[in-house]
């Protein structure tokens, strides 16, 4: 099968009627596989980047969403098409903004950069971010945009933090029980210094020791 781009005009005469249609065909079965082609590419690629464990996105040269993977629903409660459009600060907020900006800069200026982020959504809370942005380069390697992969790392964090303070308690605790065992042997070394003593002062008390031979 061939797919076939069919273009044609009809010739008037003077009376208004067809009289004959002049047309081309064209062989487009190329285009058609390019297309289809791109179009399996694009399936695969959100098809991948919803089963990425992670909020994976696009942004422009201004700080617009241009693709969303399915994460960022799951977290901002908007659908993708709701969000593609939005500009960084719209998304994120001021605050959000406030802190990712520098790390855009740096990105389509080039360079890419790793950090960490916290960012307080409404509804579900601070939630604390490892963020990548990769530049993206056009053929002649002009910086047309940037990938954006944010890892959520809030269990994380909130492991790490609950690890601290049990390790605070601990070192607490072992503080308390060396004092513990320090007020013990101050105690007992008191109590034998005392028995001792009284026992010194019951013997001077007694008299001379007379010691009888036969």
């Given at each position: 099968?061939?797919w076939?781009l069919?273009?044609?005009?009809?010739?008037?005469?003077?009376?208004?009627?067809?009289?004959?249609?002049?047309?081309?065909?064209?062989?487009?079965?190329?285009?058609?596989?390019?297309?289809?082609?791109?179009?399996?590419?694009?399936?695969?690629?959100?098809?991948?980047?919803?089963?990425?464990?992670?909020l994976?996105?696009?942004?422009?040269?201004?700080?617009?969403?241009?693709?969303?993977?399915?994460?960022?629903?799951?977290?901002?409660?908007?659908?993708?098409?709701?969000?593609?459009?939005?500009?960084?600060?719209?998304?994120?907020?001021?605050?959000?903004?406030?802190?990712?900006?520098?790390?855009?800069?740096?990105?389509?200026?080039?360079?890419?950069?790793?950090?960490?982020?916290?960012?307080?959504?409404?509804?579900?809370?601070?939630?604390?971010?490892?963020?990548?942005?990769?530049?993206?380069?056009?053929?002649?390697?002009?910086?047309?945009?940037?990938?954006?992969?944010?890892?959520?790392?809030?269990?994380?964090?909130?492991?790490?933090?609950?690890?601290?303070?049990?390790?605070?308690?601990?070192?607490?605790?072992?503080?308390k029980?060396?004092q513990?065992?320090?007020?013990?042997?101050?105690?007992?070394?008191?109590?034998?210094?005392?028995?001792?003593?009284?026992?010194?002062?019951?013997?001077?008390?007694?008299?001379?020791?007379?010691?009888?031979?036969?």
């Amino acid at each position: 099968y061939f797919w076939v781009l069919d273009r044609g005009i009809a010739i008037w005469n003077e009376q208004g009627q067809a009289v004959r249609m002049v047309g081309a065909e064209t062989d487009i079965t190329w285009r058609k596989q390019a297309e289809e082609t791109l179009r399996r590419r694009e399936e695969e690629f959100h098809t991948l980047a919803d089963n990425v464990p992670a909020l994976f996105s696009y942004i422009d040269k201004e700080h617009r969403y241009r693709f969303v993977n399915s994460r960022y629903e799951e977290l901002f409660g908007r659908p993708d098409e709701a969000i593609v459009g939005l500009s960084v600060r719209d998304l994120l907020g001021p605050d959000g903004y406030a802190e990712v900006q520098p790390y855009l800069g740096k990105a389509l200026a080039g360079e890419p950069v790793s950090f960490e982020y916290q960012l307080r959504i409404p509804g579900a809370g601070a939630h604390h971010f490892s963020a990548q942005y990769v530049p993206d380069r056009d053929a002649q390697g002009q910086v047309e945009g940037l990938f954006v992969l944010l890892a959520d790392v809030t269990a994380l964090k909130l492991s790490e933090s609950a690890l601290r303070e049990r390790e605070a308690e601990l070192r607490d605790l072992s503080a308390k029980l060396l004092q513990v065992q320090e007020d013990e042997r101050r105690r007992i070394a008191r109590d034998l210094h005392d028995d001792v003593t009284q026992r010194l002062a019951a013997l001077s008390l007694s008299g001379p020791l007379t010691i009888h031979f036969s």
